[in-house]
Structures are given as C-alpha cells and as structure tokens.
C-alpha cells in the first residue's frame, strides 16, 4: 500500500463535486471542516476511505521548495528533465496529502484511482519517491529512472 501519497496542483477550484461524480471509483465524498473552513475531503471507495487533507497555505511554500530539492537532486544530470519538471511546479497553488484506508489489500485499484485522481486534477503526485505526472508516467525518482534506462537494471 503506497504510503501516504501528495498531489500538487494548480487549480484548486477543481476539487469540487463535479470532479468527485465524474470520478466511477468515489462512491460518496465529505467536506472536513472545522472553526478556519475546509480542512479536507473524506472520500468513499469500493475498497476504502481516502482522506484528503488540505496542506496549509503557510506550509506550501517549504512543501514546493522540498520538492524541487527533491527534483534537482534526482535529476542533476538531465538538464531537459529537469527542465520540464520544475517547469511542472512553477504554477503550483495547492497541495493534498492523501491518507489511505483500505478494507481489503487491492493495490490495483487503488493505483488506478490514484493515476485518475491525479489525472483529473492534472496535478503531479509524489509516490513510491518518485513523482508522477497527470498522464501516469514518472517524471523524476527511481521509477522515471527505470523507464528511462531499463538496460542498466537489467545489466
């Protein structure tokens, strides 16, 4: 089960219940509130709960700078990569971290919800240390290392 899973993008106006119907595998969604407003949303699925709480505003900021850390570190040494994926965090206005809950062990479905998800938001999503982009390809992080060089795994 990935472990807590983040989704950045750039339009939060998105997260609304147009998105959640749209979405087969959400069976119901809730806002989480308190006293400050929307905290979150608490969305059902066939095989769990999935908690998505809002990154504070006050909080985004360390949260990009870390990501692009992350980036720069992971991909040094390609230029046009690198280019591309920090051109992909410039317009970042929101960040989601996601909090899972499964009732029985299906990764599968799971992972086919979390590439939707982060698709309808075309958001980027940081998993498994790496970050994947809204089409579901890995952008940066051990699995865009895979995908780019599988001789040197396979060697």
Sequence with gaps: ??????IF??????LGSKLFDALPMVKSFNSIEDEAGAQGILLETPWGKVKISFIAEDAL??????LEGFIESK???N???QMYVMTRTYY???ALDLEISQNEKNDDDL???LFEFNSALNGIMFLYDSIWD??????????????????????
């Design 1 to 6: 089960m990935p472990a807590n899973p983040k």
């Design 9 to 14: 993008i750039t339009d939060p106006s998105m």
């Design 61 to 66: 900021t360390a949260e990009i700078e870390a």
């Design 75 to 77: 991909l040094a040494s």
């Design 79 to 81: 230029e046009d990569q």
């Design 92 to 94: 970042l206005q929101m």
């Design 111 to 113: 992972h086919n919800f």
């Design 134 to 155: 809204y089409d579901a390809s890995p952008i940066c992080g051990p699995h865009f290392d895979e995908a780019e060089f599988p001789e040197e795994k396979e060697a």
